[in-house]
Nanobody, 127 residues
Framework: QIQLAESGGGLARPGDSLRLDCTVS???????????IGWFRQVPGKERVLVAA????????YYSDSVQDRFTISKDNAENTVVLQMNHLKPEDTAVYYC?????????????????WGRGTQVTVSL
């Protein structure tokens, strides 16, 4: 079983940058137990939406249209960490951000494709 924990986030002004880290750990963790890690975000009353995902081994990353060219997802396999670097932040990026694991290929786009989840971290972008 694996566990995920988010860190980073907080308060930022429009145009600022923030970094989110997702640390993956677990008794059975190896390179075959996770196919991809995704970063989702959720605002009150709305469903969780995938903003970026990266294969744990090799392959292309995914970005939603709303964050393309502003956010970058990367991984450090040695540290079992996936980083979401968020640049040029906008007020509409305000949300709770979650990381989650996709255990099987292909890389999913829906929240239902991912399990388990971290507890989330708040990102607020405001003047």
């Amino acid at each position: 079983q694996i566990q995920l924990a988010e860190s980073g986030g907080g308060l930022a002004r429009p145009g600022d940058s923030l970094r989110l880290d997702c640390t993956v750990s677990g008794r059975t963790l190896d390179q075959y137990s996770v196919f991809a890690i995704g970063w989702f975000r959720q605002v009150p009353g709305k469903e969780r939406v995938l903003v970026a995902a990266i294969p744990w081994r090799t392959g292309s990353s995914y970005y939603s249209d709303s964050v393309q060219d502003r956010f970058t997802i990367s991984k450090d396999n040695a540290e079992n960490t996936v980083v979401l670097q968020m640049n040029h932040l906008k007020p509409e990026d305000t949300a709770v951000y979650y990381c989650a694991a996709d255990r099987l290929p292909p890389m999913g786009r829906r929240a239902a494709d991912y399990q388990p989840w971290g507890r989330g971290t708040q990102v607020t972008v405001s003047l």
